[in-house]
């Protein structure tokens, strides 16, 4: 058996094979293309395993190579230690440090979605991207229309038949018309792109099911099941809340030692889309859900309101894990 770590990049990727006892066996790079790593792989004179660090473009290497492998592990680079804190790094050392860690099976592993959840998921992160855009050319026609010093009703701004009167009635030159008009078609296209993807997603059938089980629970709606769904994949991950409440990175750091720990924010190693779409849910879910009504309620009293929001947020991910884990709709229970 040989162990194989692999620097990847862009344009090309660092190898080094060891055999058990830490003999290289060879080392060198490759270019980061699908033909030529299917050529090394093939050729390989031994059976392997292998490690490579999770990055933006790791999905098509880790395809392309898992199905010649023995055992393909994706790391975090955060946790590679010997790699980030080293004094001498370069592709080579980086190579073989990950080489060491997968023969004395030391790898921080993350998990590796299966190619069709990942497309899915890169869909709905480019719909959320969009709706960033759609309110950035929101707030620029009401900036306008405030350098400009002309009145309007902000709930209906953004209404076809209030804005279009709006602008006929402007006296305005014709730089400032163009800019409306731009930043208003912008938003019509996006929001037109957005509810196509939308549809999309809620009409796949490995989702559909799915969020519409999650649905059922009172104050999550249909981007909030989508997030879930596609962001925590399965949720037989996870053997206890804790450790789902940590993935969507609820809780705060711990530094424990010597019998003393101590407790700072909200850490930031999380997945930082889950928990943005937890934290906005969790400010509204309580005007739907009576039981996070009055958990955020008893949270509020002790006088921190992001504390409430949190909590919220915490309590929904427990509701969301026990409707996935039992299979069946929202109950409530005292």
């Known amino acids: 058996m ?27 790079t490759i270019q980061a293309l699908r033909p030529e790593l299917e050529e090394w792989a093939a ?78 998921r890169r869909l709905l992160r480019f719909r959320n991207r969009l709706v960033q855009q759609a309110v950035w050319n929101k707030n620029r026609i009401a900036t306008l229309l405030m350098e400009l010093g002309e009145p309007y009703t902000k709930s209906k701004l953004h209404t076809k038949k209030y804005f279009v009167p709006l602008v006929d009635q402007l006296e305005a030159c014709e730089t400032d018309l163009l800019l409306l008009g731009v930043s208003r078609d912008r938003v019509e296209a996006t929001l037109s792109i957005v509810r196509e ?42 053997g206890k809340i804790d450790q789902a409440v940590s993935y969507c990175g609820l809780c705060s750091r711990l530094d424990e030692s010597a ?8 850490s930031k190693q999380r997945n930082g889309h889950l928990q943005r779409v937890l934290i906005e849910a969790a400010k509204l879910a309580p005007r739907w859900n009576e039981q996070l009504a009055r958990l955020h309620a008893d949270e509020v009293a002790r006088g921190h309101r992001n504390q409430a929001t949190v909590a919220v947020a915490r309590k929904l991910v427990a509701l969301l894990l026990a409707v996935e884990r039992r299979g069946t709709g929202y109950e409530r229970r005292e």
């Open 2 to 28: 040989h162990y194989i770590g692999l620097d990847v990049h862009k344009k090309t990727i660092a190898y080094c094979a060891k055999t058990v006892d830490g003999t290289i066996v060879d080392e060198g």
């Open 197 to 238: 993807i939308e549809n999309k997603l809620l009409s796949h059938p490995s989702l559909a099911k799915r969020v519409e089980l999650l649905r059922t629970i009172p104050g999550v709606g249909a981007i909030t099941a989508l997030t879930w769904a596609l962001e925590i994949g399965d949720v037989k991950r996870f």
């Open 259 to 266: 019998g003393k720990s101590r407790r700072g924010p909200l």
């Open 43 to 120: 050729k390989r004179p031994a059976p392997w395993k292998g490690t490579l660090e999770a990055t933006m473009f790791s999905g098509w290497i880790y395809d392309t190579l898992e199905p010649h492998s023995d055992d393909l592990a994706v790391a975090h680079p955060a946790s590679l230690e010997a790699i980030t804190r080293a004094k001498k790094k370069s592709d080579k050392l980086d190579s073989r440090k990950l080489s060491d860690l997968t023969r004395i099976n030391m790898v921080p592993r993350v998990w590796m979605p299966p190619r069709p959840q990942r497309e899915l």
